[in-house]
């Protein structure tokens, strides 16, 4: 069976700085894969290079059995592709409900006309209401401004966004990132109950919620893979303890 997403050799470099170096990786259809590292091992980097915003230096990109090596941005996104991003890319004004009606006729080709008695357009408002179930926002934070909802209900709202694009494959980047500790469970609840159709590549710094999260974890230090396999290895792992200068935070399993 073809990965859901794959990389061969896959290399980023800024002038005589290597970013990402030479990173092979597989996320399997359905996978709950975690991509951790310390600051400044190219996650981000990688997951540009990933969604198209970076051109890679060297190396391959697979989407679901096709390269997509040269393909930009939004056609990554067509065949399957979306992301989030650390910091939210979202409407301020617009309540949740009408953010995702806009992306759900954006995806159907009535972008132009969204905002028309969009109230009237029954598959879209039920389709934007299941999205907004999927990730488990309240009933009572869907008609507010996303300006006024907690940090934490903002990234439910964006991850709901990279849904309404019917991925097969989602990148979060950081989802919990700036999120209170205590509403970074409820997001990571939501991350965990998305259907099993979609594979999930989580990269995140909070350890807790990538041990709870992931069934399998890549960790990349100076921007190449340095392990590579179940949480349980990882935690024993006497190499990403290094590489966390003995951090407890890999201290699970």
Same mark, same amino acid.
Do not use: C
């Given at each position: 069976?073809?990965?859901?997403?794959?990389?061969?050799?896959?290399?980023? #470099?800024?002038?005589?700085?290597?970013?990402?170096?030479?990173?092979?990786?597989?996320?399997?259809?359905?996978? #709950?894969?975690?991509?951790?590292?310390?600051?400044?091992?190219?996650?981000?980097?990688?997951?540009?290079?990933?969604?198209?915003?970076? =051109?890679?230096?060297?190396?391959?990109?697979?989407?679901?059995?096709?390269?997509?090596?040269?393909?930009?941005?939004?056609?990554?996104?067509?065949?399957?592709?979306?992301?989030?991003?650390?910091?939210?890319?979202?409407? =301020?004004?617009?309540?949740?409900?009408?953010?995702?009606?806009?992306?759900?006729?954006?995806?159907?080709?009535?972008?132009?006309?969204?905002? #028309?008695?969009?109230?009237? +357009?029954?598959?879209?408002?039920?389709?934007?209401?299941?999205?907004?179930?999927?990730?488990?926002?309240?009933? $009572?934070? #869907?008609?507010?401004?996303?300006?006024?909802?907690?940090?934490?209900?903002?990234?439910?709202?964006?991850?709901?966004?990279?849904?309404? +694009?019917?991925?097969?494959?989602?990148?979060?980047?950081?989802?919990? $990132?700036?999120?209170?500790?205590?509403?970074?469970?409820?997001?990571?609840?939501?991350?965990?109950?998305?259907?099993?159709?979609? $594979?999930?590549?989580?990269?995140?710094?909070? +350890?807790?919620?990538?041990?709870?999260?992931?069934?399998?974890?890549?960790?990349?230090?100076?921007? $190449?893979?340095?392990?590579?396999?179940?949480?349980?290895?990882?935690?024993?792992?006497?190499?990403?303890?290094?590489?966390?200068?003995?951090?407890?935070?890999?201290?699970?399993?």
């Amino acid at each position: 069976m073809s990965a859901a997403l794959e990389t061969q050799g896959l290399t980023r #470099r800024f002038g005589a700085f290597v970013a990402v170096d030479a990173v092979s990786l597989r996320v399997e259809p359905g996978a #709950r894969h975690a991509l951790i590292g310390p600051n400044g091992a190219g996650k981000t980097t990688f997951v540009n290079l990933l969604s198209g915003a970076l =051109a890679a230096s060297a190396g391959q990109v697979s989407l679901l059995g096709q390269d997509v090596s040269a393909a930009p941005q939004h056609l990554r996104v067509r065949l399957g592709l979306a992301r989030t991003f650390q910091v939210n890319q979202l409407f =301020a004004e617009l309540t949740p409900m009408q953010a995702i009606t806009m992306a759900l006729a954006e995806r159907a080709g009535l972008g132009a006309i969204w905002w #028309r008695p969009l109230f009237g +357009m029954a598959g879209l408002r039920a389709e934007a209401q299941q999205l907004l179930d999927t990730v488990r926002l309240p009933d $009572a934070a #869907r008609h507010q401004r996303t300006a006024s909802l907690p940090y934490g209900r903002q990234r439910l709202l964006e991850i709901a966004l990279a849904l309404a +694009m019917r991925p097969r494959v989602l990148l979060l980047d950081e989802p919990a $990132a700036g999120v209170p500790p205590a509403d970074s469970r409820e997001v990571l609840a939501a991350v965990a109950a998305l259907p099993r159709d979609v $594979a999930v590549l989580l990269i995140e710094h909070d +350890m807790d919620l990538v041990f709870r999260f992931a069934e399998r974890i890549t960790v990349l230090a100076f921007g $190449a893979v340095l392990a590579d396999g179940a949480p349980s290895e990882i935690a024993r792992s006497p190499a990403v303890r290094e590489a966390y200068l003995g951090s407890t935070e890999v201290a699970h399993g």
